[in-house]
């Protein structure tokens, strides 16, 4: 089994047991005129990352691992949107609302798809999510269990957001995880450092976490 050097210790991973998730590569988090930017965001902060989660998906695909992308985006109607989120900020232009990359986080419309770098591949899953868990009223759970998964690896945006709280999401649902470093970005470089020392902390209170080299350079 493939041994990747991790902190907070060495993380062995069987690849027909793993998935790769990447978390919400769209251009609603990545591009300027979308959800990320209308909470007056810089996008900027973000630039490299579609890079790097496109040489993990490379990684990952080589391996045959199951493969998941997500995507935050509410369906049409917004019937899985609490008010409480559409709310929040107070935003002249929100999530629902016609902005620059179509409506805002919203299914089927440009901002929601995948920057060019991250598209899934036939027979990738794409997970749409209404929360900033991936398993928040999702069948993710299921999918993994079906599939006999009980490892994940994970990139994506932004770190302290929807890539913890998956992380965390899965770690009480008895997964192991590792998050891939240079494959995630924030708004908030120190939310960034910060997030990835919360999980390895405490011998790996959330799980492990590694640059992609390693990943790349895992051997049996
Ligand atoms: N605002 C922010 O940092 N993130 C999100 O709203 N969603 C995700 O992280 N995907």
Redesign the pocket.
């Known amino acids: 089994m493939p041994t990747v050097p991790a902190r907070p210790g060495p993380f062995r991973f069987d690849a027909r047991r793993t998935a790769l998730v990447v978390?919400?590569m769209?251009r609603d988090?990545l591009e300027p005129g979308g959800?990320?930017a209308m909470?007056g965001?810089d996008v900027a902060q973000l630039d490299g990352v579609a890079a790097q989660c496109a040489r993990l998906l490379d990684w990952g695909r080589g391996l045959g691992l199951r493969i998941i992308h997500?995507q935050?985006a509410h369906a049409r109607d917004l019937s899985d949107c609490p008010p409480a989120k559409r709310a929040r900020g107070n935003l002249a232009c929100g999530i629902g609302d016609a902005g620059p990359l179509g409506r805002v986080l919203v299914e089927g419309e440009p901002g929601a798809d995948f920057v060019p770098e991250c598209r899934p591949l036939p027979g990738e899953t794409v997970l749409r999510k209404p929360g900033?868990g991936a398993f928040f009223a999702t069948s993710l759970e299921q999918q993994l269990r079906y599939a006999g998964i009980t490892h994940l690896i994970v990139g994506?945006?932004?770190?302290?957001?929807?890539?913890q709280?998956t992380l965390r999401e899965a770690n009480d649902r008895g997964f192991d995880a590792l998050l891939v470093e240079d494959c995630t970005g924030?708004?908030f470089p120190e939310f960034k450092r910060a997030t990835i020392e919360m999980v390895v902390a405490q011998g790996g209170i959330v799980g492990w976490a590694a640059p992609l080299r390693a990943l790349l350079d895992a051997r049996d």
């Open positions: 978390i919400d769209q988090f959800f990320g909470l965001n997500t935050e900033k994506g945006v932004t770190t302290e957001v929807c890539v709280t924030s708004y």
